[in-house]
């Protein structure tokens, strides 16, 4: 299974993008789906994550009101809909999937998307 993320990049304070995060390959089901982020000289932190069945969301107290997660289970795709963009949402951010398959369970990585919001 690959992961890859798209949509990032450079936009001004107060703007907003749209990430998208597909999955690729066969045989295989995606239960929990989450964003990740890392800023430069800090950990990655969790910003919002939805689960497979009724589509729960938790959101960083940090973006809540401000991003928005989703997911189209048919295309395996994830999104994070992202307004109001502040200088420090300026990272790198990775989409991230809980798959199981025939081989068992495995926590997969995209390779991340770079998302610079300039003040």
């Known amino acids: 299974v690959q992961l890859v993320e798209s949509g990032g990049g450079l936009v001004q304070a107060g703007g907003s993008l749209r990430l998208s995060c597909a999955a690729s390959?066969?045989?295989?089901?995606?239960?929990?789906m989450a964003w990740y982020r890392q800023a430069p000289g800090k950990q990655r932190e969790l910003v919002a994550s939805?689960?497979?069945?009724?589509?729960?969301?938790k959101y960083a107290d940090s973006v809540k009101g401000r991003f928005t997660i989703s997911r189209d289970n048919a295309k395996n795709t994830m999104y994070l809909q992202m307004y109001s963009l502040k200088p420090e949402d300026t990272a790198v951010y990775y989409c991230?999937?809980?798959?199981?398959?025939?081989?068992?369970?495995?926590?997969?990585w995209g390779q991340g998307t770079l998302v610079t919001v300039s003040s």
């Open positions: 991230n999937a809980v798959v199981k398959a025939f081989w068992g369970i495995k926590n997969a």
């Open positions: 390959g066969s045989g295989f089901s995606i239960n929990a």
């Open positions: 939805i689960t497979s069945g009724n589509g729960s969301t």
